[in-house]
């Protein structure tokens, strides 16, 4: 079906804020002449017998999302859309995978030809104007790298970096594929909040063997398999590092959420703080899955989402955390205990 829509009709949504369900529909009907002929021989290439293997599910999801009366083609239109966000997906991580982002995409764009972009492939924060969660820079719109597959992921994180005024340390890894002139490309703002308590830094400080966890997710958190986190204490440090792995299923399509901060115990400041996605093989992801974050070592390839190596106050913490594993229930209750539980 994919090989249908050449790499210019893909770019049309790789280039959409919204995901490609929500526009196939008014791209069919009002989209340019190049655009509406590929989705419709798309459309047309999916033969009965696929809508008639559809699970009782999907028909329910592929109704609720189209307006149009004809149940063919909406659920026509679903199997499209689905293959469409998959292979964005897929291209998005073969992306940060396959090189080192030292001016691969977005890079490479004459807006950032003289700005820095350091070894693992981050770029300053402070160089762009923050609107909503868009980073604009001479009338184009970029944005953060999503550590999962939702364009919006990173609102929250940008909002707390901002709140506890860490814009001018923290570097970012920008999104390959989501970017555009700022006027057709506006960052957008949402009502829900996330934040946590701060943290008994006494107890963390007092620590003398590993202190660590594992939660299955649960009906509130996004689909993944489970998440570990570990306190891990040194001579003058403690690290904490918290990794979310995505389903089996899915492991062409998205990598883990992995963070890592540092705490020093003679400063009583954060060292150094990163969140990441860890990409992983098939073979791989099934290894980790038998071993705690703690034992795993140096699995999968890591890309880095945001850093900093500026002193951080350690009540900054929770937020910070729980804004980058937005949408995990278990991690946002960790550090914000009074949340209920379900």
Known sequence: MMSI?????LEVFARSYDPPH?????????????????LDAALKGIPDAAIADLDQDTNAKSVIMFRSSDYALKTKLYLVSQAIEKELQQRRLTEITACDGSRSQPYDHPVL??????????IPLSAFKIDGDALCLSGH??????????????????????RHALGNTVSVRLDPLLHGPEAELAGHIYRMDVYGRPLDWDRIRALR???HGRWMAG???????????????????VDFICEELPPLSEVDIRGARYLHAVFDKQTNCLTHLDGAIRAYTSEELDHRTTLHVRNAGKSGQRVKVFRTDF???PAVMGDIVSAFFVWNNDVARYFN???PEL
């Open 311 to 313: 002193p951080v106050d």
């Open 22 to 38: 929500w526009i196939i529909e008014d791209l069919l009907t009002s989209g340019d002449a190049q655009v509406r002929s590929a």
């Open 141 to 162: 719109a970029f944005f953060v790298l999503p550590a999962v597959p939702s364009t919006n992921s990173n609102y929250w994180l940008l909002q707390n970096i901002q």
């Open 113 to 122: 030809r003289d700005i820095a972009v350091d070894a693992e492939g981050l």
């Open 209 to 211: 063997e590993p202190e």
């Open 337 to 339: 205990p009074s949340l």
């Open 219 to 237: 009906p509130l958190s996004r689909k993944s398999l489970f998440t570990d986190y570990a306190w891990i204490p040194h001579a003058n440090e």
């Open 5 to 9: 829509l050449n790499p210019e009709i």
